[in-house]
Nanobody, 128 residues
Framework: QVHLVESGGDSVQAGGSLRLSCAAS????????MAWFRQAPGKEREGVAA???????AYEDSVKGRFTISIDNAKMTLYLQMNSLKPEDTAMYSC??????????????????????WGQGTQVTVSS
């Protein structure tokens, strides 16, 4: 059974940076897609960034140029480097994984229902 554990959430001022981590354990498939999602109070969960084992990645428009998703395959840890943070980035950030596919990025990569394994989340709060 695959487990995901996030860390790195914090409270920062606008313009600051944070790096989120998501450690995966219990996986058996080297082909995967993993993603970061976020959910602000009163809003639907939205996909932020995704990366697949083939090497390609994808970003939600509002974070392009500010956020970078990466993965350390040796540690099987997913990262989200967040720079130039804005108050509207405030949300609970969760990582998600799909180890049952071919590891190819597709238009579904930032869709919630594309993933069946989820972490518990880590809170990011950005103050103005």
């Amino acid at each position: 059974q695959v487990h995901l554990v996030e860390s790195g959430g914090d409270s920062v001022q606008a313009g600051g940076s944070l790096r989120l981590s998501c450690a995966a354990s219990g996986y058996t498939n080297s082909r995967y897609c993993m993603a970061w999602f976020r959910q602000a109070p009163g809003k639907e969960r939205e996909g932020v960034a995704a990366i697949c084992s083939e090497g390609r990645d994808a970003y939600e428009d509002s974070v392009k140029g500010r956020f970078t998703i990466s993965i350390d395959n040796a540690k099987m840890t997913l990262y989200l480097q967040m720079n130039s943070l804005k108050p509207e980035d405030t949300a609970m950030y969760s990582c998600a994984a799909d180890f049952g596919g071919w590891g190819n990025l597709g238009p579904w990569a930032l869709k919630t229902n594309s993933y069946d394994i989820w972490g518990q989340g880590t809170q990011v709060t950005v103050s103005s």
